[in-house]
């Protein structure tokens, strides 16, 4: 098993993709469940979880540096990179840091990087995920486009409404008025996500995309 290891996670995402193999099911589309075939699969199969992450991560001398704490798949579906939490043996933070798989190899059961110390993972530059400024100042930017859609489109009827009949305006005053309740949500919503910071926006994601969703419905609808 330990031999297969790291060989494992470098062709974990090529054997999915083999031509003759069903296309992985998408979510929503099929019901949750696999043939007895698959099942068998399943039972023979090899659990990331239990053959890996969590693992303590070896130097050659036998010195722990480390735990797996995730994986990196690529684009291309290959398992590239393992995330090694090392630091926690000296008593101080948790210092997360990348190491392609094939640096890492299986020797008597347990995980080795050769070549490497305490001392020389503390000097790799620490791992952070893709994640907070960039993606979140990209989510703000197409959230804002939204409220801008919409203070347009609120001053657009106003100002039809000033030729409109009693008829027409009355059908215009409460489409302004759908109009501000959903922008009015949805500038809090955009506000409580950017006072949320770069580590707790996620948190504020879903919400702020569905207020954005219903605030694009009202202003397609808003027609005058």
């Given amino acids: 098993m330990a031999a297969a290891l790291v060989a494992g996670l470098a062709c ?3 054997a999915s993709a083999q031509p003759g193999r069903p296309a992985a099911p998408v979510a929503g589309s099929t019901a949750a469940s696999v ?8 039972a023979l199969g090899w659990s990331v979880k239990r053959s890996i992450l969590g693992q303590t991560v070896y130097t050659e001398a036998g010195e722990p540096i480390g735990e797996v704490q995730d994986m990196i798949v690529a684009p291309n579906r290959q398992v590239s990179y393992l995330i ?3 630091g926690g043996f000296l008593g101080i933070g948790r210092h997360d840091v990348a190491v392609a798989t094939h640096q890492v190899r299986t020797h008597a059961g347990r995980l080795e990087l050769p070549g ?4 020389t993972l503390r000097m790799v530059p620490r791992f952070d995920y893709a994640e907070s400024t960039a993606v979140r100042d990209h989510f703000v930017a197409h959230a804002e486009l939204d409220l801008v859609a919409a203070r347009a489109r609120i001053a657009s009827l106003q100002a039809g409404a000033a ?3 009693a008829e027409a305006r009355v059908r215009i ?7 501000r309740q959903d922008l009015a949500a949805a500038e809090k919503g955009l506000a409580e996500l950017q006072q949320a910071g770069a580590s707790q ?3 504020f994601e879903d919400k702020v995309g569905e207020l954005g969703a219903q605030l694009r419905k009202s202003v ?4 005058g």
């Fill in 116 to 119: 490497a110390t305490r001392d």
């Fill in 220 to 223: 397609d609808a808003a027609v």
């Fill in 173 to 179: 005053d409460a489409q302004v008025a759908k109009l």
């Fill in 35 to 42: 043939t007895l075939t698959e099942t068998h699969e399943l």
């Fill in 12 to 14: 974990f995402g090529s």
């Fill in 163 to 165: 030729s409109a009949n």
């Fill in 201 to 203: 926006w996620r948190r």
């Fill in 84 to 86: 090694i939490g090392a």
